[in-house]
């Protein structure tokens, strides 16, 4: 992806050096070192994209207009026609287009999953992280501002409205945050610190901010900066020569339980969690056989929690006695 480390997986490489100072000297540092299209970051976020919950069928891709686009689209070649004009400037600016690395087609089908509440505003979630580095993954082409610029129309024009502008804002800044990473992954690496680990996730949390907003960027990365919170818990815990062996127990199911809550993606986690612990209480408590309190323990998670939520809580094996 255009050679850069996938920023949801630097939790688990966060000993590859990512520095910044203080956001002053972001400011200063990242023109010199940035794509062409990347003058300045963008501090704008779009009208408020929430992490309410999404009724089954609410995404893009049921809400994309493919009607929208006519048959001399983009849709074979990201690119309008290259007409004969005898203006160099403009038949270069169109060759430039046509060598695009996406299509219509891409486009959607990298953000087709990405969930709409029912305002239809964007939910920023681990599932539109993973779309975005999809929808940018360009092996290693850099996008020219033009490019860029395409690339938010395909979107505006798929999904037109609020839910396009907050889609194609969120890519744009997504791919400003892409370079500025990359280049300060470049500069640092050299320099690793395997005692100041947490201290450089949270300068990279600062770069976040910086290219997506404070609120976008906790959204899209509360998963990643769950799993990086669990690790540096647990490293604390491991290395605390006062504590014995059975404290460092109990503090470490402390840590996993509140991973657990912070890092599963479904609305209202432990209130429904709770209500259905409960009932699997009276269930075991029983004295019906193992194998009926196994049936009705299926069945009863099933009407705590829809399919898909059950797929994504599998491995924690709840249904089980």
Do not use: C
């Amino acid at each position: 992806m255009l050679n850069r480390i996938a920023p949801h997986l630097l939790t688990r490489r966060i000993v590859i050096g990512i520095a910044i100072a203080t956001a002053v000297i972001l400011t200063v540092l990242l023109p010199e070192q940035a794509p062409e299209n990347q003058d300045k970051p963008n501090n704008e976020t779009p009208a408020e994209p929430t992490v309410n919950t999404a009724e089954p069928g609410q995404t893009i891709a049921s809400s994309w207009q493919w009607e929208n686009f006519s048959p001399s689209s983009t849709r074979e070649n990201t690119g309008l026609e290259i007409a004969d004009t005898g203006v160099t400037g403009q038949i270069d600016e169109q060759a430039s287009m046509n060598d695009a690395p996406f299509t219509e087609e891409s486009v959607y089908a990298a953000l087709q999953s990405i969930r709409l509440d029912d305002n239809q505003d964007i939910i920023l979630d681990n599932e539109a992280l993973a779309a975005l580095d999809e929808s940018l993954d360009f092996h290693g082409q850099e996008l020219s501002s033009e490019q860029l610029i395409a690339l938010q129309d395909i979107i505006r024009t798929g999904l037109p409205g609020k839910t396009g502008e907050q889609a194609a804002q969120i890519v744009a800044d997504y791919y400003q945050y892409l370079g500025a990473s990359k280049e300060f992954n470049d500069i640092y690496e050299s320099s690793m610190d395997s005692e100041n680990f947490e201290a450089r996730y949270e300068e990279l949390a600062s770069l976040r901010s910086l290219y997506l907003g404070q609120d976008v960027a906790e959204q899209l990365f509360r998963v990643s900066d769950a799993n990086a919170r669990y690790m540096f818990d647990m490293m604390l815990i491991d290395n605390d020569a006062e504590a014995s062996e059975e404290d460092k127990q109990l503090m470490r199911d402390q840590v996993s339980e509140t991973h657990l809550q912070q890092t599963i993606d479904i609305p209202d986690w432990s209130n429904r969690y709770q209500a259905f612990a409960a009932q699997k209480q009276t269930i075991i408590a029983s004295g019906i056989t193992d194998a009926e309190k196994r049936r009705q323990l299926s069945q009863l998670l099933r009407q705590h929690f829809s399919s898909t939520e059950v797929a994504k809580i599998q491995h924690l094996q709840l249904d089980s006695p």
